[in-house]
């Protein structure tokens, strides 16, 4: 983001705004001083979260009980809504009530020409904002540091995304000495829906060093597609990583899915999605430990530190509302 001061004189007063690039290359102004932002999307609402949840204007959705010491004031804001695909919209009416100072919009998102020209209509700057990979986070950071001067909890975030996604390359010649893992991705209570390659959703995997058992394309961005049993039986996974706790523990009873290999060798795997999903729906900073989850469950034998200590390190700079909780 480039940022380019600009000074207004109205009524012999000098008042500040900034002017920022977002991420298509749009000029826009925003107010000197902001303390509440809207993000139109999951994954974007989840890197404002991270970042400082007292900047949030509003939810897409509520958070439930477990979550609400991770959040912190969050918690507590209006439900707006967002663009999170299958036609979902915010409300327009509670987001013009929350008054933002600037709006978020992911630039993936179908249609948004059309979305931003409603949004500006409320007389609220909207910066869109690029979310195609895990690196992303790094200038969503940079960005929120830009529009709040907090730089310093900028680079913290920053400083351990850089870390772990450095960490996952150093491990990538020890990877290229074990077999590769092939998985399948569960997604749904029948474990028939999936992501192709292509597919945002399965970044983490990619930093995993596994591949995707499934050949396949993409229908949508929003992935989940449909898989017949009869295609995962074909592709012979190594491992099963599955969304869902009830097809977990449903397998016992699906016979088809017992003849599966990955399940006569145990390797069944249920991403933890506590008090965020650690891989997907939606994808956010979450993925960070994520990586790490996989690589622990993929190749025990790579592991350095125990997961555990992974986890308690991320939760102290990603949610350190819980001290105080």
């Known amino acids: 983001m480039k940022i380019i001061l600009s000074v207004f004189v109205l009524f012999f007063t000098t008042a500040y705004a900034k002017s920022i690039t977002d991420d298509q290359g749009r000029v826009v102004e925003v107010p000197d001083t902001i303390t509440k932002i809207y993000s139109a999307s999951p994954p974007l609402s989840m890197s404002l979260l991270a970042f400082n949840p007292d900047l949030v204007a509003g939810l897409n959705s509520p958070f439930n009980k477990m979550q609400k010491k991770y959040v912190g004031s969050a ?5 707006v809504g967002g663009f999170m695909g299958q036609g979902n919209t915010p409300n327009f009416e509670i987001l013009a009530s929350t008054k933002p100072d ?3 919009m992911w630039t993936r998102m179908r249609g948004y020409e059309k979305i931003l020209a409603k949004l500006e209509k409320l007389g609220i700057p909207v910066l869109l ?21 907090e730089h310093a909890r900028a680079d913290e975030l920053i400083a351990y995304t850089k870390k772990s996604l450095s960490l996952v390359e150093q491990l990538q010649e020890k990877l290229t000495k074990q077999k590769e893992v092939r998985y399948y991705f569960a997604q749904g209570v029948d474990g028939l829906n999936s992501e192709c390659d292509g597919s945002f959703h399965l970044e983490p995997f990619k930093y995993a060093g596994a591949k995707n058992a499934l050949d396949c394309k993409m ?21 099963i990583v599955a969304m869902e706790s009830v097809f977990v523990e449903e397998i016992g009873k699906n016979q088809r899915f ?10 069944l795997f249920l991403v933890p999605s506590h008090p965020f999903n650690y891989i997907s729906r939606p994808p956010s900073f979450m993925r960070l430990l994520g990586i790490r989850w996989l690589i622990d469950s993929f190749y025990p034998s790579l592991r350095t530190k125990s997961f555990e200590e992974d986890k308690k390190e991320f939760e102290r700079l990603f949610f350190p509302q819980l001290k105080e909780s």
């Open 258 to 267: 017992k003849s599966l290999r990955a399940i006569k060798d145990a390797k």
């Open 219 to 239: 229908s949508s961005n929003y992935g989940m597609e449909k898989i017949a049993f009869e295609t995962i039986l074909l592709s012979d996974p190594d491992v």
């Open 129 to 149: 904002v690029n979310n195609e990979s895990i690196y992303d986070l790094i200038t969503q950071f940079e960005l929120f540091a830009t529009l709040t001067g």
């Open 102 to 104: 600037v709006v978020i």
């Open 75 to 79: 918690y507590n804001k209006p439900v």
